[in-house]
T-cell receptor
Framework: LAKTTQPISMDSYEGQEVNITCSHNNIATNDYITWYQQFPSQGPRFIIQGYKTKVTNEVASLFIPADRKSSTLSLPRVSLSDTAVYYCLVGPFQQGNTPLVFGKGTRLSVIA | DTEVTQTPKHLVMGMTNKKSLKCEQHMGHRAMYWYKQKAKKPPELMFVYSYEKLSINESVPSRFSPECPNSSLLNLHLHALQPEDSALYLC???????????????FGPGTRLTVL
């Protein structure tokens, strides 16, 4: 399984764009990149998943360069409620699989 | 209904007790998971069930015994636990045949277990 490396923590002011980068140098051809958000004492919540280039949904964007050895989760205009731990996962997607191994996570603190 | 429910929310048990954690989903998902999460650590995969059959056991001690009685229910039977087993136990489910361009796990709120 591809190992992931993320910053342990980040701070941001409200209203700013936050970019969290995940490194996954040994990503396999059939691996997808998935990000989850977790608040204290709650289960993780899916944010976004992608394979290459750029994926955007209503809450975030995911940028994946051509070599796929890293990815960046972009959160536009964060608010205090975005304070959480963000996990990057890398693993197979086809045939019903989904990435299962969580990285160490990035603790994002949003400051007013 | 996109919810995974877990009961109980909190559980305190002694090292000689037998207890069970329950997880339920009605999304038609045929893959279900148990994770263990210690404080300030990421969730660690314990077991994976696919079509009600155990497909992955991440070398979990036998004092944890999973069971999948039907496609909506997942249990985790606990016996002779140790204090270091105290943690948040998370259940999740996902599709086995994705219906869109992505496949996500839906997590329950977890059971906070304390072993005395």
């Amino acid at each position: 399984l591809a190992k992931t490396t993320q910053p342990i923590s980040m701070d941001s002011y409200e209203g700013q764009e936050v970019n969290i980068t995940c490194s996954h140098n040994n990503i396999a051809t059939n691996d997808y990149i998935t990000w989850y958000q977790q608040f204290p004492s709650q289960g993780p919540r899916f944010i976004i998943q992608g394979y290459k280039t750029k994926v955007t949904n209503e809450v975030a964007s995911l940028f994946i360069p051509a070599d796929r050895k890293s990815s960046t989760l972009s959160l536009p205009r964060v608010s205090l409620s975005d304070t959480a731990v963000y996990y990057c996962l890398v693993g197979p997607f086809q045939q019903g699989n989904t990435p299962l191994v969580f990285g160490k996570g990035t603790r994002l603190s949003v400051i007013a | 209904d996109t919810e995974v429910t877990q009961t109980p929310k909190h559980l305190v048990m002694g090292m000689t007790n037998k207890k069970s954690l329950k997880c339920e989903q009605h999304m038609g998902h045929r893959a279900m998971y148990w994770y263990k999460q210690k404080a300030k650590k990421p969730p660690e995969l314990m077991f994976v069930y696919s079509y009600e059959k155990l497909s992955i056991n991440e070398s979990v001690p036998s004092r944890f015994s999973p069971e999948c009685p039907n496609s909506s229910l997942l249990n985790l039977h606990l016996h002779a636990l140790q204090p270091e087993d105290s943690a948040l136990y998370l259940c999740a489910s996902s599709q086995t045949i994705p219906e869109s361009s992505y496949n996500e796990q839906f997590f329950g709120p977890g059971t906070r277990l304390t072993v005395l």
